[in-house]
């Protein structure tokens, strides 16, 4: 690291509007503030993300969050080093709203910009909460995201697999809405199949068949529709134990098609020198799947990285750090940085296909 910095970094390409500001010295990385201010009540009546109400939402918090954030790092803009952003991939509308306010901060303050890739942020989280050493392997598992990276720099991230069609956490939110759960999905699905029998209803576990890291989630969605379907024209309705029965039965699936997709990244040849096994993103909250993969990481060796979850899920200290460990290997973005809705990691692998609820899969 050539010298300390202090940036101040903004997010806002999903439904969370967050600014914090992280510093990075001889010590060691710290989160010296971490505001989200969440959207999830402005987009309840409609069962998901509505682009154009988070794109204005976050243009009217996005100044709230970034003076909140200044204030509880008891720091001013004199003392900030750096203004980070989100620049993709995300909702349009939400992330041209926090490109627009950091340039707007940047030139008034005359301090230099850097756009970040969103992936980057949560794939380096592991170096911010764990200072985990190049190279390790990530998984991340979101509500827009589900793809293996290896990680061997800053900015070097390899692809070796990620979802064809739907991220888990959109599919654990399809699946509780299907059968009658609240929103979000993931914790009503986990809570509901702990009263459950996985056994019952066996849903099948896509691509497994199919060799290298790559998954699907549409098929097994398709999979719990048919059977509620089924057990509602038979019976007029889902009782509580059916509900519980399919939360975890779809449940199970999810963790066998991760734990087995993590067993081949772990064996792939690019995975030979690594020593930590990474998650990030809110299905990593999910406890059956954290430690069905954190069993298949001793088994390989590794160590099990699971970062806290307010670092796990959309934050802005993930961007501003990102932008720390960046700063060294390359030059801050000018006045003409774009907004990418789309923005793959891997830049020599073909984008994976699909686009998912919460915009464009990278
Ligand atoms: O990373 P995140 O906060 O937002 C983005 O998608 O970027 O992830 C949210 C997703 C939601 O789909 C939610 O249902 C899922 O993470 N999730 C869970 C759990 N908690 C949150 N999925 C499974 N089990 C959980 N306990
Ligand atoms: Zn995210």
Redesign the pocket.
């Known amino acids: 690291m050539s010298h300390p910095r202090t940036i101040l970094g903004l997010e806002s390409s ?1 439904d ?1 509007t967050a600014a914090a500001v992280v510093r990075v010295d001889e010590q060691g990385a710290r989160v010296l503030s971490s505001v989200v201010l969440g959207q999830a009540q402005l987009h309840a009546a409609y069962g998901g993300v509505v682009p154009e109400i988070a794109a204005r939402a976050h243009a009217e918090k996005l100044d709230i969050c970034v003076e909140q954030a200044l204030t509880k790092a008891q720091t001013t803009f004199s003392r900030i080093d750096g203004i980070a952003v989100t620049a993709g991939p995300g909702l349009i509308g939400g992330v041209l709203s926090g490109v627009m306010c950091a340039k707007g901060l940047a030139a008034a303050t005359g301090k230099p910009l850097y756009g970040v890739n969103h992936l980057a942020g949560h794939a380096l989280t592991p170096r911010l909460t764990d200072g985990v050493a190049y190279p390790y392997l990530m998984l991340l598992v ?4 589900c793809q293996f990276l290896l990680v061997s720099g800053p900015d070097a991230f390899s692809r070796l697999g990620g979802t064809i069609d739907d ?4 599919a ?2 399809k699946i509780a809405r299907l059968i009658g759960l609240p929103q ?4 009503a ?2 809570g509901a199949a702990q009263g459950g029998d996985p056994e019952r209803f066996v849903f099948p576990r896509p691509l497994l068949d199919r060799a290298g890291c790559d998954m699907s989630f549409s098929g097994l969605k398709t999979a719990v529709l048919r059977t509620r379907d089924s057990l509602i024209a038979d019976r007029g309705g889902l009782t509580r134990q059916d509900q519980a029965d399919l939360a975890a039965g779809f449940q199970a699936a999810v963790v066998d098609v991760l734990a087995e997709k993590s067993r081949r990244a772990l064996s792939a040849p690019e995975a030979a020198g690594v020593r930590s096994f990474c998650v990030a ?3 990593a ?3 059956a ?1 954290g430690s069905a993969l954190e069993t298949v990481s001793d088994a390989f060796g590794a160590s099990f990285v699971a970062p806290p979850l307010a670092l ?3 934050n802005a200290a993930m961007i501003a750090f990102a932008a720390a460990e960046q700063a060294g290997t390359r030059a801050p973005d000018g006045m003409t940085l774009a907004a990418r809705p789309r923005w793959p990691l891997d830049r020599v692998q073909a984008p994976m296909l699909g686009s998912g609820k ?1 915009g464009a899969k990278a």
């Open positions: 999903c969370d979101s509500g827009g995201h991220a888990p956490g959109e654990f939110d979000p999905g993931g914790p699905i986990e993103g809110g299905v909250a999910n406890q799947i796990c899920t959309d919460k």
